[in-house]
Structure formats: C-alpha cells, structure tokens
C-alpha cells in the first residue's frame, strides 16, 4: 500500500433551474478550508458576481448543518441583505430528509464523466477546464485567499429569545433593512414566522477581510508530492503551479487516499 498526497479541492456547485448557466465555486485547501464561514464566502462571491438586475436570490439546499444551515451563515445573509450593493432578499428552501436530489447532483455526474476521460490531473487550472468541459452550461467561478471574508455568528441565545430549533426550519428568508429571520417550519405554510435573531450588538457592516494570506497546504504534504509526483510532470507550468502552493506547518493533511 503506498499512500498517494493529493490536493483537496472544493466545489460549491450553484446549479440553475431555468436555462441560466451553473456556477461552480473553486477553491483548494491551500487558500481555505471548508468552515461556516468559507462557505458563506463562497455565497457572497456568486451574490456579487452576479448580474446587477437580480434583486431576488432564492437557493435549494440540502439541510447540512456545516454548511447550509447554521447562524454563521445565517449572519452573513442578513448582512449581505443591509449592505447598498446586496439584493433585496434571499431565501433559502431546506429539501425534506430523504428527497433530497437536487439540480447539483447532475452537474456533478457530467463532471465525474468528463473527468475520467483524464485519468491525470495535474493542477488546479487543468482540473477547472475539465469541468467547464463537461457542460456549456457550467462555468468556474475560483477564488484565492482575498474573496474570502470572517463572517461570524451573530446570534442569540436560542432559549431565553424563542430562537427557532434550526433543524426544524423549512424555509429562512432575508429581507433588506430588516435584522429579522423570517422562517417557516413548513413549506405549505402561507405566513412567514418572524423572530429577531442576531444579538443587538452585532453590527451589520460588511466584515473587514481578515485573510490576506492563504490557509497554506501542510508543509510535508507538499515536500511529498514535490519529491515523488512532480519530477515526473512533462509540463513545466504545472510544475510550477507546485512549486509556488503556499505551505504551512500547521495546517492539517485534509486526505490521505491509499492506493494498493
């Protein structure tokens, strides 16, 4: 068995239901990780990127509490909301347990397709034509270490403020000039609960960016695929993409796959 270091990519895959294209937000953990708060930077970067006509931003997502359903994020939205360049709402619909395929999942079988017809793939820029590759419909949106911001989580004490139970909202929507979540806790319901969720403290300005400098790939990861894979690559540009990964010595070894 000999151990094979790979760099572990992210994927936020925002597939559309109409006939707009799918935007899938790239990054390695080389420039961050995968915590609440990376995951409402990559939330904001689709906002933002978006086109200035959409007001209105509604997202289906499964109910994972790392990343889409949490008051780290929850924060977020409702700061993106009161900031002069956000939309007018957000929402966000919770598939029921157990139905939970979405548009995503046929994203990622075409991207799983297209990516065995390259049994190597040497960088991340290789990796992200592959996936544009697999689909017309879908374009990379990667971003480094200066589109991600330290969003927090504002909230209160869920028992003494009738905070809602986050594994019974069905629905958590986002309104402009408002502090409040409006929720509901099923989707056939016609009027929206109302409860005000984020500590009066807690200031709604965007958050300064505080991640000047990338994660950085764990120091011996990087010495090992240096010395055993990237010798044998034929494209000088690829070597250098290896040659320049920042490291750090205490970041942790996010996968270690075994290969017999």
Request: aromatic share 10%.
């Given at each position: 068995m000999?151990?094979?270091?790979?760099?572990?990519?992210?994927?936020?895959?925002?597939?559309?239901?109409?006939?707009?294209?799918?935007?899938?937000?790239?990054?390695?953990?080389?420039?961050?990780?995968r915590s609440a708060t990376d995951v409402a930077s990559a939330y904001y970067n689709v906002i933002k990127n978006s086109d200035n006509v959409t007001r209105k931003f509604t997202f289906w997502v499964d109910n994972c509490s790392a990343q889409n359903k949490n008051w780290t994020l929850y924060s977020a939205f409702a700061t993106?909301?009161?900031?002069?360049?956000?939309?007018?709402?957000?929402?966000?619909?919770?598939?029921?347990?157990?139905?939970?395929?979405?548009?995503?999942?046929?994203?990622?079988?075409?991207?799983?397709?297209?990516?065995?017809?390259?049994?190597?793939?040497?960088?991340?820029?290789?990796?992200?034509?592959?996936?544009?590759?697999?689909?017309?419909?879908?374009?990379?949106?990667?971003?480094?270490n200066f589109d991600f911001f330290l969003f927090e989580d504002g909230s209160k004490q869920r028992k003494s403020n009738n905070i809602p139970l986050l594994e019974k909202i069905k629905l958590a929507q986002f309104r402009k000039g408002c502090r409040h979540l409006f929720y509901k806790e099923c989707h056939n319901e016609t009027v929206f609960q109302e409860v005000e969720f984020l500590k009066k403290k807690v200031d709604l300005k965007f958050p300064i960016h505080p991640f000047v400098e990338p994660l950085g790939l764990n120091s011996e990861k990087r010495e090992t695929i240096l010395k055993k894979l990237v010798p044998s690559f034929?494209?000088?540009r690829k070597k250098l993409f290896w040659q320049f990964l920042p490291s750090n010595d205490n970041s942790k070894d996010l996968c270690v796959v075994s290969e017999a």
């Open positions: 000999t151990p094979i270091k790979r760099l572990v990519v992210f994927n936020e895959t925002f597939a559309s239901l109409h006939k707009d294209g799918n935007i899938c937000v790239m990054w390695h953990e080389a420039i961050r990780g993106f909301v009161n900031c002069e360049w956000g939309p007018e709402k957000i929402t966000l619909k919770y598939f029921e347990p157990g139905h939970s395929f979405m548009a995503a999942d046929s994203v990622h079988g075409r991207i799983s397709t297209e990516m065995k017809k390259h049994p190597n793939i040497y960088d991340f820029e290789q990796l992200l034509k592959i996936i544009e590759q697999s689909s017309k419909k879908t374009k990379c949106l990667p971003i480094n034929k494209d000088e």
